[in-house]
């Protein structure tokens, strides 16, 4: 009897494999990992072989541009306006990415609207004027810094989505923007560590100044970009998306350009390449590789978001700003104090919570 109870007894008691596979944490692993083969099995593989070339687009030609329009500066470069038209003198290279999708994916142009034709040239307009105001940040700001602060836009965004888009806002976002803003804070008031020798006070903050009105400029385009699929478009496709990225880089060409001649730029291109650090070849190839690698970095952003999801999209932005960052003390020995790096460390928390929430607002919206 008692031999026959310790038998029952020993065939009563679960296993460890069988009580760890019960546990509400191997559970949740189960279940994500089944959820993740399942999604990667609805996709063909040449969906991710994409979606992981647009995220390395992002996290190296982003990067490698704002290293480039820094190397600029430090090589002799002086104009603002010679490398905001950089910006977007690889405009081509989206309408060279567009044109095949009317044929392959058999589909239409968008009828150009009087208003819809306002709107690419606005969105233009104030492009130009984002990308002069970036030029000055990367003119009297380290790479580092100026990355750091540049990601304030994510800030901008939300607010502006919020009051012109109406997109919806939670704690865990709002407690993100308050994380990224106190990270700005933070690099304000230790700017004396990191600013250049060649560089006054007053230039120290012109430069700061200009990379948060850029950041503000960049969050409101967002903004105004998403109310013209909503009003205007009436669907939101990759297609479309690269038809207004062409459009309005166009635009931002043309005012840039503009710019560049009114302020004599282009003669000024002779004298800067005679002088430049290490000659006229180089000179050329920071330029080239500026513009290409910008368009590059939207494009990225662009396949990612509607490949995958804002939530991706939002992860790379923030992984892409500590790379420029830990990049630019590498390669170009940008000065990083202590409190840079807690800087970059908060920012990261702000992004993560920003990330976080905007999740949650979109699995409701879906749910």
């Known amino acids: 009897m008692s ?39 609805s996709k063909p593989m040449s969906h991710w072989i994409l979606l992981l070339l647009s995220s390395l687009s992002m996290l190296v030609a982003f990067p490698a ?10 090589d002799g470069g002086t104009s603002k306006w010679i490398i905001s038209w950089v910006a977007v003198a690889g405009w081509p290279i989206s309408a060279l990415i567009l044109l095949p999708t009317y044929f392959v994916c058999k589909t239409s142009p968008t009828p150009l609207t009087l208003k819809l034709t306002t709107s690419y040239v606005l969105l233009g307009f104030l492009s130009a004027a984002d990308n002069l105001m970036y030029a000055y940040a990367y003119a009297y700001l380290p790479a580092s810094t100026a990355s750091l602060l540049a990601s304030s ?31 700005m804070a933070i690099i304000a008031l230790d700017s004396s560590s990191d600013r250049y020798g060649n560089v006054t ?16 400029l960049h969050g409101l385009i967002f903004a105004l970009s998403e109310l013209v699929f909503i009003k205007l478009v009436g669907r939101l496709s990759f297609h479309v998306v ?118 949650n607002v979109s699995n409701k919206a879906s749910s």
């Open 201 to 216: 006070s007053s230039q120290y903050i012109l430069g700061f100044f200009w990379d948060i009105m850029g950041s503000a």
């Open 3 to 41: 031999k026959g109870a310790s038998m029952e007894e020993g065939q009563s008691e679960p296993s460890p494999s069988t009580s760890r596979s019960h546990s509400p944490f191997w559970a949740r692993v189960i279940t994500l990992r089944t959820t993740l083969w399942e999604g990667y099995k």
């Open 153 to 183: 836009s994510l800030v901008f965004s939300a607010l502006f989505g919020y009051l012109i888009a109406k997109n919806k806002l939670n704690a865990s976002m709002v407690n993100g923007i308050i994380i990224i803003t106190a990270a």
């Open 65 to 74: 541009s704002s290293l480039l329009s820094r190397v600029y500066y430090s």
């Open 242 to 359: 690269l038809e207004q990225q062409a459009m309005v880089s166009f635009f931002a060409f043309i005012f840039t350009t503009i710019g560049l001649l009114i302020n004599r730029d282009f003669q000024g291109m002779v004298h800067e390449a005679e002088t430049f650090k290490d000659g006229k070849s180089s000179y050329k190839q920071v330029l080239i590789w500026g513009a290409i690698t910008f368009q590059l970095g939207v494009l990225g952003a662009t396949a990612v978001l509607f490949l995958s999801s804002t939530v991706l999209a939002g992860v790379l932005n923030a992984v892409r700003v500590p790379l420029t960052s830990i990049a630019a003390v590498i390669l170009l020995h940008d000065p990083m104090s202590g409190f840079k790096i807690l800087s970059l460390v908060i920012t990261f928390w702000g992004f993560g919570s920003y990330i976080y929430g905007n999740a």
